[in-house]
């Protein structure tokens, strides 16, 4: 069994900066990408940003140049760091874990996903 547990989200007030956390644990053999998506109240869930093993990056153009996406592959923990919030920010905020290997020999075929965090900008 896998799972994703998030971290990190809260009240910030616009401007203002926050650092989500979300680690992987279970049987885990290897974790190909991982990403933060979000959920605005009423929306869709859309992706925020995505880090291949290798450290490729990816993010939503709403949110170049303030969210970095960082990963420990040891940890098999990611990081997003939020800097200069806006309001429309606000959603809640999951995790992802792609192409998931629970051991050697054994094609990395399934997804999982963290039960989400909130993050709340006010204006």
């Known amino acids: 069994q896998v799972q994703l547990m998030e971290s990190g989200g809260g009240l910030v007030q616009a401007g203002g900066s926050l650092r989500l956390s979300c680690v992987a644990s279970?049987?885990?053999?290897?974790?190909?990408?991982m990403s933060w998506y979000r959920r605005a109240p009423g929306k869709q869930r859309d992706l925020v940003a995505h880090?291949?093993?290798?450290?490729?990056?990816t993010y939503a153009d709403s949110v170049k140049g303030r969210f970095t996406i960082s990963r420990d592959n040891a940890k098999n923990t990611v990081y997003l760091q939020m800097n200069s919030l806006k309001p429309e920010d606000t959603a809640v905020y999951y995790c992802n874990a792609d192409h998931v290997s629970l051991g050697f020999g054994i094609p990395g075929i399934l997804d999982y996903w963290g039960q989400g965090t909130q993050v709340t900008v006010s204006s």
């Open positions: 880090i291949t093993t290798g450290g490729s990056k």
């Open positions: 279970g049987s885990i053999f290897s974790i190909n990408g």
